[in-house]
Nanobody, 116 residues
């Protein structure tokens, strides 16, 4: 059974940085396409970034391009989201997701709060 465990959220001032981690168990990252979504208070979940394929191709939402970087460490079976130059509008619950082919698995979420 595949499980996801996110960590790294917290409170940071505008302009600061955070790194989110998503530890994967039950399947090797080599065979998984992974991503990050976020949910602002009172709104639906939105795409943030994804990393796919054996070549680790990446894709980002326009709102985070140039500030966020998604990466993976195969040896640690962990996906990261490095977030730089954070803005108050980045405040949200961030979710790690794994595309299992027949379904999408969501992590439990980690809160990121950016103060102005």
């Amino acid at each position: 059974q595949v499980q996801l465990a996110e960590s790294g959220g917290g409170l940071v001032q505008a302009g600061g940085s955070l790194r989110l981690s998503c530890a994967v168990s039950g399947r090797t990252l080599v065979s998984l396409n992974m991503g990050w979504y976020r949910q602002h208070p009172g709104k639906g979940r939105e795409f943030v970034a994804r990393i796919v394929g054996s070549e680790s191709n990446t894709d980002y939402a326009d709102s985070v391009k140039g500030r966020f970087t998604i990466s993976r460490d195969i040896a640690k079976n962990t996906v990261y989201l490095q977030m730089n130059n954070l803005k108050p509008e980045d405040t949200a619950i961030y979710y790690c997701i794994a595309n299992l082919g027949v379904s999408i698995l969501w992590g439990q979420g980690t809160q990121v709060t950016v103060s102005s």
